[in-house]
């Protein structure tokens, strides 16, 4: 199948901090050069170079505060060599990529090119409620702001109503992106919602066609307590919702409100994976 194309202005985000400083940068080092990141380098350019079967890779590319920390331990138990940070993404690092199996949290939005990067990688769309979703963005905003002193707020990070509805209008595109991208190519994408599916695991596990099931990493207390009804910053979610002219029966929807798609294609896909076959 013939692999769609972007623009590589649309996937790079840049983070300028490489392998963060003192002792971070000393871990981060002791990590590329372990006996495991070696392994995946030699894989990886042997499949290059074609002297044996492409490394499979796996990146995924939902937003943050969707379980990615807990896929991210969930690989390890399944054995794979993964890299939760934004230090792979940066353009400066590609050979950082072909040291690890699996990747989480760098910019979701250069799938395309790690896409053509790797033809063999799968790639999964992490998803969650929409309301839960805000809930645990908010809620790391506000303890940033209140606890770390270094913290700097932008437009699209900080505690506002403009903030919040940024982050809605950013997600819908990201899921829009993504369900277009791979819709001729369904069995390369998982789109799973790892906090809401008790089946999350085997799916993941089946996914990668590995042949165990782990026990479910643990998800910290609070994203198990969040319901509609439990949200932390309930009014001002609400409020942005009300505004955005969202149905109140579409804020747990983990993919898109269809109360506000006005694209013909992203409405042939259904808005919640609970909905899924």
């Known amino acids: 199948m013939t692999r769609a194309l972007e623009p590589d202005s649309e996937d790079i985000r840049v983070d300028p901090q490489i392998g963060g ?60 060599h993964s890299e939760h940070s934004v230090v792979w993404s940066d353009p400066r690092n590609k050979l950082h990529r072909y040291m690890f199996d699996a990747f989480s949290d760098g910019p979701v939005h250069m799938f395309a090119r790690l896409d053509r990067d790797f033809p063999s990688a799968r790639f999964i769309l992490n998803v969650r409620d929409l309301d839960q979703w805000l809930d645990s963005r908010r809620h790391h905003i506000d ?9 700097v707020p932008n437009e699209y990070w900080n505690d506002s109503d403009e903030a919040l509805e940024h982050a809605i209008v950013a997600r819908e595109r990201q ?17 799973i919602n790892f906090i809401r599916d008790p089946d999350a695991v085997s799916k993941i596990a089946d996914f990668l066609d590995i042949d165990r ?18 949200l932390v910053f309930h009014d001002q979610i609400v409020r942005v919702m009300d505004k955005m002219g969202i149905d109140p029966e579409e804020r747990g929807f983990d993919l898109y409100c269809p109360s506000r798609n006005t694209d013909p294609e992203l409405g042939q896909y259904v808005p919640d994976t609970s909905l899924l076959s």
Request: contains cysteine.
């Open 213 to 230: 099931t782990p026990v479910k990493p643990h998800i910290l207390p609070i994203a198990q307590k969040r319901t509609a009804e439990r």
């Open 175 to 191: 899921h829009s992106r993504v369900l277009k991208y791979f819709k001729l190519r369904p069995d390369d994408l998982l789109i």
């Open 143 to 151: 303890y940033e702001m209140r606890e770390n002193p270094a913290f």
């Open 21 to 80: 400083h003192g002792s971070q940068r000393h871990s981060y080092w002791n990590m590329l050069t372990s006996p495991q990141s070696y392994r995946c380098l030699v894989r990886t350019l042997a499949g290059k170079a074609g002297v044996m079967s492409p490394a499979r890779k796996v990146f995924v590319i939902g937003l943050h505060k969707s379980g990615t920390t807990s896929i991210h331990h969930l690989f390890k138990n399944l054995g794979l």
